[in-house]
């Protein structure tokens, strides 16, 4: 039996009722005394780490909660001003509940910048942090240069009103197709795929909750190309420059050695990423575009590199480890990514 089926089969899915919500996770390696806890990406779940337990829980006590509006956790809406906010709050009570106090923080896409808002609150509590190709510091959309520079209006080109509204509709509607080539062409790097779990990982992306203050969020009319910016609340809205930045990490006065996972070929986070629109406008996808004077691909990676730099010369460890693959690079390349994880928290 190989260890993606293995894991599929061994793992049961439990529930912790906290005053904030109920979380749905998993957990296995139990008696390890070292504690890793993992935190999914935005149309995902706690399911996109099961592939990895076996491997994982050879070393760690590790746990993957579903965030709030995600997989089977409770459907509770998003205060999108406080940026990543409610859902570290909903972790620190998670963590405690769990009696843990001293644990790794691995996060995921959307859950790399969850995990660096949970740094920036309780920095004391980790032991270590990985970003795997995590959104940039300075918001998804919405920003020029590795600066991080805020397009005017604040908010403009990010937010729930640049979600894809096809993928909006398959998702309310529980259809699987747009789901599947997402998961195909986006997630994971022609030709990877993972046939025995396809089907349980689709499921787990349908099971994003469609609706007031949950996915994608509001949004805000504005005369400027593309004619929408973020409102205030709802999970896209998270990750707009102007509530969910998160520079400020660099300047840590705890800093938890960093490990920063990226694919070579990651679309979605990228200095060209396929779902920024100064990237779409750029290519034509998008008509109207007013330029790259006004609003030019957002050079996400490269934010990134910029804010971990900062964050080294402070003082922080940091090590950028590229993988074959895209945005799912980790489970496209689980043994190394593993053993990074482990070199990192030794």
């Known amino acids: 039996m190989t260890a993606r089926k293995e894991s599929a089969k061994v793992n049961t899915q439990r529930f912790l009722t906290t005053d904030r919500l109920k979380t ?3 957990r296995a390696g139990e008696k390890n005394k070292r504690k890793l ?11 996109f780490y099961l592939p990895l337990f076996p491997a994982l829980a050879q070393k760690f006590d590790v746990v993957a909660p579903d965030l709030r509006c995600f997989g089977d956790s409770d459907a509770l809406p998003v205060d999108a001003t406080r940026g990543f906010r409610d859902w570290t709050d909903d972790l620190a009570e998670f963590a405690a509940a769990l009696g843990w106090d001293s644990f790794a923080l691995a996060g995921w ?23 795997i190709n995590p959104g940039s510091p300075y918001g998804f959309g919405g920003t020029r240069g590795v600066d991080g520079e805020m397009l005017d209006p604040p908010g403009l080109a990010s937010g729930g009103g640049c979600a894809n509204a096809l993928l909006v509709e398959c998702l309310r509607k529980g259809e699987r197709e747009l789901p599947r080539t997402t998961l195909a062409t986006i997630y994971f790097k022609p030709p990877f795929q993972m046939p025995e779990w396809e089907e349980q990982l689709i499921d787990s992306m349908l099971k994003t909750k469609v609706g007031e203050g949950m996915y994608p969020g509001d949004a805000r009319p504005v005369d400027q190309w593309p004619f929408v910016a973020a409102g205030d609340m709802g999970i896209c809205n998270t990750m707009a420059p ?10 840590l006065p705890v800093k938890p050695p960093v490990l920063w996972v990226r694919g070579d070929s990651d679309v979605m986070v990228s200095d060209n ?17 007013p330029g790259a004077d006004v609003i030019p691909p957002q050079p996400m990676v490269s934010q990134t590199r910029a804010v971990l730099d900062r964050y080294r010369t402070g003082g922080g460890r940091v090590r950028e480890l590229e993988l074959p693959g895209g945005h799912g690079c980790h489970l496209e390349n689980p ?3 593993v053993q990074a994880v482990n070199e990192l928290l030794t």
């Open 109 to 131: 896409s959307m859950g790399g910048c969850v995990a660096m808002q949970y740094a920036m609150d309780h920095a004391e509590q980790l032991t270590g942090l990985v970003l």
């Open 24 to 26: 749905a996770y998993y």
């Open 335 to 337: 043994d190394t990514f």
């Open 273 to 289: 990423s396929v779902c920024d629109f100064g990237y779409l406008g750029q290519t034509g996808v998008v008509p109207g575009w």
């Open 242 to 251: 102007n509530h969910g930045n998160l520079s400020a990490f660099a300047d």
């Open 37 to 47: 806890l993992l935190i999914h990406g935005n149309v995902s779940s706690s399911v």
